[in-house]
């Protein structure tokens, strides 16, 4: 089956839907699943990141997308990264997730396969964290990841959707405010809504 997602734009800011990645599907998936997602880039970040949430958003229509931090790489020989953190509500399995998110490091000029390709640098880091049922408003600390660059404004986003969780707010860094069409991204938690080529906060 196939699915339209949203190409990566070279040129511009305005783009329309293509068929992007192949959904690897054979029965449908009916279970909707909360997912929370680390993105990061420290190749043309300012370029690479509003990218990711555009193709993110092709993959539904509301986004809840945190703020935006530049951190130290880790791991990585490099420029300092720009990381955030999203939430989205899909259909999909986690094993699909994940291989569309591969999908889309690759388009984002990602080699995966490349020696050493854990510590260079990167267009794209898509990475899911967690998922939940929708509908759950607690998320169990254990299920946080403890990385500095994913943890504090993991937190903040969850608290900023209404959700709960028992771990400890650390101390944020100031947000990075990235253009995104008609909106600046990255300075605090927002909610993007894709409604066919325009996009707005909720």
Avoid at 106 to 129: E, M, N, Q, W, Y
Avoid at 172 to 177: E, H, I, Q, T
Wanted: aromatic letters at 6%; charged letters at 20%.
């Amino acid at each position: 089956m196939r699915s339209s997602f949203i190409r990566a734009p070279l040129r511009g800011r305005r783009t329309t839907p293509a068929t992007f990645v192949d959904r690897p599907r054979i029965l449908p998936y009916t279970k909707f699943m909360r997912y929370f997602l680390g993105l990061g880039s420290n190749i043309a970040p300012h370029v690479h990141l509003p990218r990711m949430v555009q193709a993110l958003l092709e993959l539904a229509p509301t986004l809840h997308l945190g703020r935006v931090v530049e951190t130290a790489p880790v791991g990585v020989i490099g420029d300092p990264f720009l990381n955030t953190v999203a939430c989205i509500d899909l259909d999909l399995s986690a094993l699909e997730l994940k291989r569309i998110c591969n999908a889309l490091e690759t388009a984002f000029g990602r080699d995966r396969g490349a020696p050493g390709s854990k510590t260079k640098s990167r267009t794209a880091d898509i990475d899911p964290l967690f998922g939940l049922a929708v509908g759950a408003l607690e998320v169990p600390a254990d299920r946080l990841p403890h990385e500095p660059y994913t943890r504090p404004m993991l937190l903040e986003l969850i608290a900023a959707i209404g959700m709960h969780t028992d771990a400890e707010q650390p101390d944020l860094a100031p947000g990075v405010s990235l253009p995104f069409h008609d909106l600046m991204i990255g300075a605090a938690p927002l909610t993007i809504v894709r409604e066919g080529l325009r996009y707005h906060t909720a």
